[in-house]
């Protein structure tokens, strides 16, 4: 589990991945997929941010989870840091494609 915290030490999201979502990691991390969810489906109403991908047959799996307090630049860098870090076995630099919602920039 990252925490992610801001200048003052508050927290402001947190990230997780389980052994299941690690496996899906090395095997199908090359392509990844970022988007929020902006309901309340947590009690202070922040946003929950997934990382997903697509296994062999094509079923979506899920690599994090996460809640941040916004959906930001910011969160997105987090969340691919995070996912390096609770993942070593995956690189950035192993044909790494990141598609989002239209938030994201081309570069």
């Known amino acids: 589990m990252m925490f992610w915290k801001d200048s003052d030490d508050y927290l402001i999201g947190i990230c997780w991945m389980t ?4 496996g899906n990691c090395e095997l199908f991390g090359s392509y990844i997929c970022m988007d929020a969810m902006k309901r309340e489906i947590n009690d202070m109403a922040w946003p929950y941010i997934s990382v997903t991908s697509l296994n062999e047959v094509g079923k979506v799996v899920v690599l994090t989870e ?18 390096l870090k609770m993942c070593p ?16 920039i081309q570069k």
């Open 19 to 22: 052994p299941y979502m690690r």
């Open 66 to 83: 996460s809640i941040l307090l916004d959906e930001t630049e910011e969160a997105y860098r987090f969340l691919c840091s995070s996912l």
């Open 89 to 104: 076995r995956r690189s950035m630099d192993k044909n790494f494609i990141v598609s989002g919602d239209g938030f994201l």
